[in-house]
C-alpha cells in the first residue's frame, strides 16, 4: 500500500491548528482529569493568567470540546466537563507528555 | 499513586514547544518516511516554501534532530536524514495523523 504523503501532512496539520497554541492541552488535560471548577483548573495550569483561560474555555466550548454548565445555586456554579470528542485527544495527550519527560531526562544528563 | 500535574503539563508544553509550529512535525514525518533530498522533501509538503524549509531544516540539525550530509560529487549531493532521537517523535506523530483523520470525517459528517 502506497502512503499517502499528502493526507498525512494534512491530518497532522488539521490536528496541529486544532491544538492551537501553548494552553489548549493543558487545559484540555486537566478537565479530562476531572478539575471542573475554574479555579481548580487554573491551579493546575502553573504560569496561566485568568484572562487566557476564560478566553481558551469561551473557544473549546465554541469548539463542542467542553461543556460549561451553570448550576442555579447561591453562589453560583459552574462546572467545565470534557465531551467525548474531547476525550479521543488522549492518546496524543499521553504520547505528548511522555515524549516530553523523555526529552527532560535527556536535557538533564547533557548538562 | 497522585498523578503530578504539574510534572505533565510541564512535560507537554515542553513538547510543544518543540514542534514549535505548523511546519516542524510535517518536516520531521517527510523525512522520518525515508525523503532525503530538499526537493523530494519540500515537494511532500504542499503549501511550504523553499525559504520555510531551508530556515526549519537549518533548525532542526542545530537541535541534532537530522543530519545534514554532503557528498562531495557533482553536482553536490545533500542529504537529511533523521536521527533516532527524531524517531522518538514516532508515537506522537502516529496518534496526531490518527486524529487528524477521524477528526475529518466527523467534520464532513456534519456539513
Not at 448550576?71 to 462546572?79: C, F, H, M
Not at 474531547?86 to 499521553?94: D, H, Q, R, T, W
Request: net charge positive.
Amino acid at each position: 500500500m502506497i502512503r499517502n504523503q499528502q493526507e498525512e501532512v494534512q491530518a497532522l496539520q488539521d490536528t496541529i491548528y486544532v491544538i492551537g497554541g501553548k494552553w489548549r492541552l493543558p487545559i484540555i488535560n486537566s478537565i479530562c482529569n476531572g478539575n471542573k471548577r475554574f479555579r481548580e483548573i487554573e491551579r493546575s495550569i502553573p504560569g496561566i493568567t485568568t484572562r487566557m483561560l476564560s478566553r481558551e474555555l469561551k473557544d473549546l466550548e465554541m469548539n463542542k470540546l467542553i461543556t460549561r454548565t451553570v448550576y442555579d445555586e447561591t453562589p453560583v456554579l459552574v462546572e467545565y466537563e470534557s465531551t467525548d470528542y474531547c476525550k479521543s485527544f488522549g492518546p496524543v495527550i499521553l504520547a505528548m507528555i511522555a515524549w516530553g519527560k523523555e526529552h527532560k531526562k535527556k536535557i538533564i544528563q547533557k548538562s
